[in-house]
DNA sequence: ATGGTCGCCTCGCGA
């Protein structure tokens, strides 16, 4: 089974893209982050006719998560206790027998700001949830744009970005509290090429010269983690013309 | 180089 995530940036503009991956990767889930369209205009009939039922939580202009996947989604919740948060960042949804959470986390903005304490905040109330949500499913993927480089291998220049936003240490706290109800990162159980990222930003040549950031990530509790096989960043998206500024991360499953 | 580029019911903001 393959499981994949993506920041689309946009799924209207970024559709070709989608459908075009799908095609070739043949994905059996993907979790899609910032699709920026309302539920009422999502791209079902497109999608479905690429092979794939989708289930989404979408708002106007910003955020918006999807879960395309080639068999039904069921369970669906996008709403969780203690966050009265209009921001359509969370999609949970079970899919065979596999528990699949899909986050947008915050991004943050700037360190000490108003949207940097929202995203601790949001990250402590996500946690709490998925705890309940890890005891209820043993076979358990969260997955999506964290927004946080887990550690220092994870960014471009470490130095540059030391207690800058997606880098600071309590942002780095935040997600190891998140993976410590039993979540681990797949991407790191397999030898990796250095300076492996998931996103560059659109300026400055960011792609070109790999300045990058791995903030796109797969986490697994342990019975999903024993089964991974593969985890890879599927960079050739990201090559492609008008790219979102996120490639997908892919991780194969067995059993 | 304190810049650069995207996307949005687009001219200012969020990423």
């Not at 397999?190 to 990530?217: C, H, M, T, V």
């Not at 342990?222 to 996120?246: F, G, L, Q, Y």
Request: aromatic share 10%.
């Amino acid at each position: 089974m393959k499981v994949a995530t993506w920041n689309v940036n946009s799924l209207r503009v970024r559709l070709p893209h989608v459908l075009q991956w799908l095609a070739a990767a043949q994905p059996d889930i993907v979790a899609i982050q910032e699709t920026k369209v309302v539920d009422g205009q999502f791209p079902s009939e497109e999608i479905a006719a690429s092979g794939y039922q989708a289930v989404f939580s979408g708002q106007k202009t910003y955020n918006g998560v999807a879960i395309l996947s080639k068999s039904a989604a069921a369970d669906v919740v996008t709403d969780i206790p203690h966050l009265d948060d209009p921001q359509r960042r969370i999609l949970a949804a079970t899919v065979g027998d596999l528990r699949v959470v899909n986050l947008y986390v915050v991004n943050g903005s700037e360190v000490g700001s108003d949207k940097y304490a929202y995203k601790l905040d949001w990250l402590a109330k996500v946690t709490a949830w998925l705890q309940e949500q890890a005891a209820q499913y043993q076979k358990l993927i969260v997955l999506g744009d964290f927004n946080i480089a887990p550690e220092d291998r994870d960014v471009h220049d470490p130095a540059a970005w030391a207690g800058k936003i997606l880098c600071s240490e309590p942002e780095r706290a935040a997600l190891s509290a998140l993976q410590a109800i039993g979540l681990s990162d797949v991407f790191r159980q397999f030898e990796q090429p250095d300076k492996s990222f998931s996103w560059w930003d659109y300026r400055a040549g960011g792609f070109r010269r790999n300045l990058g950031l791995r903030i796109d990530l797969i986490l697994a509790s342990n019975m999903m983690a024993d089964s991974c096989s593969s985890c890879i960043v599927d960079r050739e998206p990201r090559t492609w013309e008008k790219p979102s500024d996120h490639a997908p991360v892919v991780a194969e499953f067995v059993g």
